[in-house]
């Protein structure tokens, strides 16, 4: 109990060691590399998820841009078709309007024509009738020339009143 | 009474080993080393099989044994722990078993014959676990610091400081060689006594607290005051 001993000494000393060798060989070095191996595998894995996370989140924003921009380019190219449009309709209403004009025009032009016309012809029937009246009238012998001019002064004063 | 406690707590000669003509004496403390040492080492073995990251049963219990372990040594010496997390684990697994080894007394009777008693109880044993407990110490030390830095060390902080640094040495191994004795001969001879004067069902609870308890902290309390020593020899 109290006595010294050597030998148990000496012993113990070497079990201890032979102990401790066997321990660190085939408990704690294999136990302890094998936990910082998952530890790091775990942090490897989160790492690994979290980059996915950002890639993802990345990505969804390049998609949101390019939808953007989608749109963007849409809405410009509606706009532009639509001010094209228009333009264009714009344009055919102006065109129609000046043909529509000069239709009117011709159409006034066509009518002031006829309307001398009439007026050209009336003037002579209206002579001639005059001339035949004035001559069944009157009965004289004259020179029909003379009357004619007469008669055609006559109906242009009246016109011009 | 007395003798009966007496040949409890003596040491006794397993055998005789015959080595180149020497005639070795092996005690009793010695043999009960070997088998711990061997239920140890099977243990680890049997645990560590077949290691993979993701554990079974087998490797679970070892990882959390590992574990324990390596988290006291880390709270104590937190940069140079690996280095010493083995040594302390193993000193600290031995005297766990060690301390509470009389529990596995499972042949009744056997007083004359081998019976398992805690090695510890004999100063011997403490007295060479506390001297490989300061070797470690001084190892670290050295090894740390160099050779240079560790004599230096001993006249830190001031040069008086010398022979309390130097009586430090042989303090703390004595410290912890003749408190582990006492803890667990004290426990050990209390238990034979109440073996002795109870029936048979009574002490088992006692036995909870004077074997189990009382051993496994006086383990624990080794290896960690081993810890704060290296640690101190690391600043």
């Known amino acids: 109990m109290l006595k010294p001993d050597g030998y148990t000494f000496i012993f113990v000393a070497l079990n201890l060691l032979i102990l401790f060798f066997f321990m660190r060989k085939f408990l704690f070095k294999p136990i302890t590399n094998l936990m910082e191996e998952r530890k790091s595998s775990i942090e490897q894995g989160l790492k690994d998820a979290e980059n996915a996370k950002i890639e993802a989140a990345e990505a969804r924003k390049k998609y949101d841009e390019q939808i953007k921009n989608i749109k963007l380019d849409g809405d410009k190219l509606l706009n532009e078709a639509r001010a094209k449009a228009a333009r264009e309709y714009d344009e055919i209403l102006a065109a129609a309007k000046k043909e529509a004009l000069a239709v009117v025009e011709k159409g006034r032009e066509e009518i002031e024509r006829e309307r001398e016309e009439m007026l050209r012809q009336t003037k002579q029937q209206i002579a001639v009738l005059a001339i035949a009246a004035a001559t069944k009238l009157v009965q004289a012998n004259m020179d029909t020339d003379a009357n004619k001019a007469m008669v055609d002064k006559f109906i242009d004063e009246v016109g011009a009143i | ?235």
């Open chain 2, 1 to 235: 009474m007395g003798e009966k406690l007496t040949h409890a707590m003596e040491p006794h000669n397993a055998f005789t080993m015959n080595l180149f003509g020497l005639k070795i004496p092996v005690s009793d403390l010695v043999v009960t080393m070997w088998i711990i040492m061997a239920i140890m080492i099977v243990l680890a073995i049997v645990l560590t099989r077949k290691l993979s990251l993701i554990p079974n049963k087998r490797q679970n219990i070892a990882e959390i044994i590992v574990e324990f372990i390596n988290n006291m040594v880390k709270d104590a010496i937190p940069h140079h722990w690996k280095a010493f997390a083995p040594y302390l684990g193993t000193v600290m697994l031995f005297l766990v078993l060690a301390n509470t080894v009389s529990i596995f007394n499972i042949i009744p009777g056997g007083e004359e014959g081998f019976k398992l008693r805690p090695p510890t109880r004999n100063i011997n044993v403490t007295v060479c676990l506390a001297v490989m407990s300061i070797c470690v110490v001084a190892y670290a030390g050295i090894r740390y610091k160099g050779v240079g830095g560790w004599i230096k060390s001993f006249a830190k902080p001031t040069p008086i400081m010398l022979p309390f640094n130097i009586l430090d040495y042989v303090i703390k191994p004595t410290s912890l060689a003749l408190r582990l004795f006492g803890n667990i001969l004290g426990a050990f001879i209390v238990m034979e006594l109440i073996y002795m004067a109870f029936p048979i069902f009574a002490p088992a609870v006692l036995s909870c607290y004077f074997d189990l308890f009382d051993g496994i902290l006086q383990a624990y309390v080794f290896m960690f005051l081993t810890s704060i020593y290296i640690s101190e020899a690391l600043e």
